[in-house]
């Protein structure tokens, strides 16, 4: 059940004739404010000038003792609470300390209050200190949440930025001194530093924002946008933060990785590299895949329709009327796993618990119905990308 607030006394005239009366004195509580504040403005004195402090202290004690006093505040003393709290906010002063110079007020505003009135006023004014304190609170209050709304506008124009100076890059394929440079200075990069890039599918997304906000939260340079439907992660490595370190952050991250690079000017084409790897992630990946480990179907994907052509040409003759579809698949998985294997024919007969005669024998049938010798160099590494082009039809279509 909700307590009603206690109802407060009305404002007292004889408190408010005192708050008119202090209005007299705002050149001494404003040095009084700043002896007293000493300490906590050395944090922030190199970002704001003792003018500035001065004439802000000035118009906070004038809209507080005008509001004690229940007198019309004119408009630019009004907004003093929000100009504060955004000017200071745009000079870096911390917010901690920017609130806590502000609170101050509450003792100095009272101490004159205090100075000012007979034994009779100052009983009064303990019933109506709330007056003062409700004003201060709202001051501070002012000062905090114009502070704070212009850190978010802040931030969001600098990721604008950082965005915009990414695409840019990308867009001129860090061929522009000019351009990498201007760009590694919005993206907090050191232009010559190695960079790895990692990509995800929008879906996959949550994930490398995920990884990203652990690297960032260790200090890593980095940044992490959309590009088309696309999440981009690209990262400066250093001493510390490795490729392989990367990729520990990445574990639950379904992804293409890049190779790493020298210099960001070589970074889209990194991201390039790790876009045709996220798109021949197998099914149901749920980690990284490395440039390294997916060569064959990043060419094979990026031939341009060129796989279908491939695999139609090289595997045509097993899908003659005269092969049976049981040994067509035989003699497939027979070359499919000798290529992955160490290419010794006992090494593959024994992964098949076959005889090696018979491994011999399937490798000539194979040969002659498709004119491709597995043991011919040559014909082995354009066996192994005919392979990965059926494999990826066949994920593809479903047949």
């Not at 004690?68 to 709290?85: C, D, M, N, T």
């Not at 501070?140 to 114009?146: D, K, N, S």
């Not at 790895?196 to 940044?223: K, M, N, Y």
């Not at 946008?225 to 990367?246: E, H, I, K, Y």
Request: proline share 5%.
């Amino acid at each position: 059940m909700h307590t009603p607030r206690p109802s407060l006394p009305p404002p007292d005239p004889r408190v408010s004739a005192l708050a008119s009366q202090c209005l007299e004195e705002i050149d001494v509580l404003v040095e009084e404010w700043a002896a007293y504040v000493g300490p906590v403005r050395a944090s922030y004195a190199d970002l704001v000038t003792d003018q500035e402090s001065h004439d802000s202290a000035w118009q906070a004690f004038e809209l507080l003792l005008r509001t004690v006093a229940q007198l019309p505040v004119p408009e630019h003393i009004a907004g003093v609470s929000e100009r504060v709290g955004e000017e200071r906010a745009r000079q870096g002063v911390p917010l901690a300390a920017l609130l806590e110079a502000a609170r101050v007020n509450f003792h100095i505003v009272w101490s004159a209050l205090v100075r000012r009135a007979d034994e009779e006023e100052k009983a009064r004014l303990v019933s109506s200190a709330y007056l003062v304190w409700e004003a201060v609170g709202g001051h501070v209050t002012g000062i905090m949440t114009a502070y704070q709304r212009t850190v978010l506008e802040m931030g969001r124009r600098a990721e604008d930025e950082r965005r915009l100076w990414f695409a840019r890059l990308r867009e001129t394929g860090g061929s522009n001194p000019i351009v990498v440079r201007d760009a590694a200075l919005a993206l907090g990069f050191q232009p010559g530093e190695r960079f790895v890039c990692a990509v995800a599918a929008l879906s996959d997304g949550a994930a490398l924002h995920r990884a990203a906000a652990a690297l960032r939260s260790s200090d890593v340079p980095l940044q992490l946008q959309g590009v088309a439907s696309d999440v981009v992660l690209t990262v400066q490595l250093g001493a510390r933060v490795t490729r392989d370190v990367v990729l520990k952050y990445l574990q639950e991250a379904p992804c293409g990785v890049s190779s790493e690079v020298a210099g960001l000017a070589q970074v889209p084409r990194a991201v390039e590299l790790a876009t045709a790897t996220a798109r021949v992630l197998p099914a149901g990946a749920t980690g990284p895949r490395r440039l390294e480990e997916s060569w064959l179907d990043v060419l094979v994907h990026r031939s341009e329709g060129f796989g279908h052509d491939l695999a139609a040409d090289v595997l045509g003759g097993l899908a003659s009327a005269d092969v049976p579809g049981s040994e067509a698949e035989r003699l497939l998985d027979t070359v499919r796993i000798h290529l992955a294997g160490t290419g010794s024919v006992a090494d593959t007969a024994a992964a098949l618990y076959c005889h090696r005669n018979t491994i011999r024998h399937r490798f000539d049938r194979f040969a002659e119905l498709t004119g491709y010798d597995v043991r011919r160099p040559e014909d082995a590494a354009l066996l192994t990308l005919a392979l990965r082009a059926r494999t990826q039809l066949t994920e593809a279509t479903g047949r």
